[in-house]
């Protein structure tokens, strides 16, 4: 397992100008990280050849590993057809993108997963359908699809039903155990990650030990190297106040309980 960070986690900071892409790459690179997750928002809607070959270069010069991109905003769940077509056609950009960086994985979301499960029997077959569309497309160019189980409190079960029904090595899922309903949390964790390809260390408040206060990280982490990842864990500060010493504080809380 290997330790990565999403720009995400510094969103506020990239909004208000206060950090560039570049600054986020130094930031990595000085505090240990080895690989970096980008959030699309944070880069060109559609990225140019030099965009690309810059980027490549940055990161090649600091020992970074592209870890995947997390394209956002696009859902599959919608009753409107042209909406679903245009959201695949985005996905499948992102997914030529992804190869263009010589990276192999592009995060993903079902849709809006709560109305996914409220509407299970509606919308499930419009978002395998859509995912089918993605996946030969993605199978042509060698990335992997990872499924982020999003928004908070939604239950992931109709994400993990899609993957086994598709049984592709092509479609894997991002676990977010932020993101998971507490009373089911540690279940659906060990269940998600078994079919993990990147996941993320989702944080929000810190305890005067250093201990996030919401997730108890050595069950987490326990679970996690059980279930045989291999792949970045992401850092995902979300909480309130300094963007930077939040991400520290994670950082320190999974290296705590990585070797252990």
Known sequence: MR?????????????????TLGDFFEFCHGEGIEG??????????????????????????????????????????????EERAHDVAKVKRWIDVVAALDCSILRVL???????????AERYPL????F????????ARGVTLAVENCPREAYPEAVLDLIRELNTPYLRTCPDIGNLPQAVRYQAWQEYASYAVHAHAKA??????GE??????????????G????????IEFEGDGDEAMGVRKSLALVRRYLDT
Not at 227 to 234: D, I, Q, R
């Open 3 to 19: 330790i990565g960070c999403t720009s995400f986690s510094f969103d506020r900071d990239m909004n208000e100008g206060k950090m």
């Open 204 to 209: 929000f408040d810190f305890d005067d030990q």
């Open 36 to 81: 970096v997750e980008l959030w699309d928002l944070h880069l060109p809607e559609k990225p140019s050849e030099a965009f690309i070959d810059n980027t490549k270069r940055a990161l090649e010069a600091l020992e970074l590993v592209l870890a995947t991109i997390a394209v956002n905003n696009h859902e599959f769940t919608s009753t409107d057809a």
């Open 127 to 130: 978002v395998r359908a859509a």
């Open 110 to 120: 079902p849709g809006e997963l709560k109305i996914l499960n409220t509407y299970r």
């Open 227 to 234: 279930s045989g990842f291999e792949g970045f864990l992401a």
């Open 212 to 225: 996030e206060t919401t997730i108890d990280y050595s069950r987490m982490m326990t679970i996690l190297k």
């Open 132 to 139: 089918e569309e993605c996946l030969e497309h993605a199978q």
